[in-house]
């Protein structure tokens, strides 16, 4: 399996300090948020406005349709901790781990 490269440590208040202090809440350690950062870095660079025109795709985990997000709450398209927290839900019922959707990734850029 693909190895995500290290991501370090997160800056208190970011996007990555949301999605760390939820996979630890999860269980999860420091390789899955290595796996996660990796993902979502090449999904949308943690840009909670990242839009793809050509599919619809947005958010942080480019949600397809990005209104899916309203499930984890009504502020979906401008709260980061929102779409982490849809996005995390969406990556345990697909691929189990974070780890496991980089994987799918990186074998067919997309997940």
Known sequence: A??????GVPD???AQAIAWSMIQSMGWGQDQFDCLVALWNRESNWNVYAHNP?????????????????AAGADWATNPATQISWGLSYIVGRYSTACGAWAHSEENNWY
Not at 2 to 7: E, H, I, L
Not at 54 to 63: K, L, T
Request: without cysteine; hydrophobic residues 40%.
């Open 2 to 7: 693909p190895v995500a490269p290290a991501a």
């Open 12 to 14: 208190p208040g970011t």
């Open 54 to 70: 050509s599919s619809g795709a947005y958010g942080i985990p480019q949600a397809l349709p990005g209104e899916k997000m309203a």
